[in-house]
């Protein structure tokens, strides 16, 4: 079955960039995700990509997708205290039913 | 625009007790989740609709029943009870592609 991973935390400095790194198994993937969860809510979609895209930026966002290895990272340049979340990576097989697999979630803390 | 609505937001259980977690959405999505998240493990897929009147298990699905009698409505129903239901649970909703979340309800099992 599908499979998605993330670490599962990340501390970075105020001004400093973010990486955040996900593996994922299911080569027919059509799209992969960025969720953000801040605390106490629901996930809000930040940003995503077509299986058929390399890159993909957006503000300080930039995602890198290496279909090779089944990699998919996010970038947040300038991280910001108002960062601090929780960033799930999720694929979606465009099958029968929208199916949706997330990771774990990265657990993101800004240092002032 | 309300969105996706979950109600209750809190509850707590006594072991055995039933309860609903009532999940409304008023974009006129044909797919609807339930999730749970638990630490550590993200979120798992426990039942699905992709329409009204169909209803579909996910990858944890024991302990629990849907129902999805009107479009804009998908329930889930804990029977009976078990402190290892204790969660976080969202509902979701999309047309095709961005999921909608609500807000979650939480439960706790004692």
């Keep these: 079955g599908e499979d998605v991973e993330q670490s599962l935390f990340l501390s970075v400095r105020e001004g400093d960039s973010s990486v955040i790194n996900c593996t994922y198994t299911d080569s027919s993937s059509t799209y992969l995700y960025w969720y953000k969860q801040e605390p106490g809510a629901g996930l809000q979609l930040l940003t995503y990509i077509f299986s ?21 990272s996010l970038r947040i340049a300038d991280t910001q205290t108002g960062d601090s979340a929780i960033y799930f990576c999720a694929e979606v097989d465009a099958g029968g039913y929208q199916k949706v697999t997330f990771g774990t979630g990265t657990k993101l803390q800004v240092i002032p | 625009n309300a969105g996706v609505t979950q109600t209750p937001k809190f509850r707590v259980l006594k072991t055995g007790q039933s309860m609903t977690l009532l999940c409304a959405q008023d974009m006129n999505h ?9 630490p550590g493990m993200g979120l798992r897929l426990i039942h699905y609709s992709v329409g009204e009147g169909t209803t579909a298990k996910g ?19 804990l029977e009976s009870a078990a402190p290892s239901q204790t969660s976080v649970y969202f509902c979701a909703s999309t047309r095709t592609g961005e999921l909608f979340f609500g807000e979650g309800s939480r439960l706790t099992v004692l």
């Design chain 2, 59 to 77: 990858e944890v699905p024991d302990g629990y029943n849907v129902s999805r009698l009107k479009k804009q409505n998908f329930l889930l129903g």
């Design chain 1, 52 to 72: 058929n895209m390399d890159m993909k930026q957006d503000q300080r966002l930039t995602v890198l997708l290496n279909k090779k290895d089944k990699h998919l």
């Design chain 2, 30 to 38: 044909e797919y609807m989740y339930w999730y749970r998240q638990d």
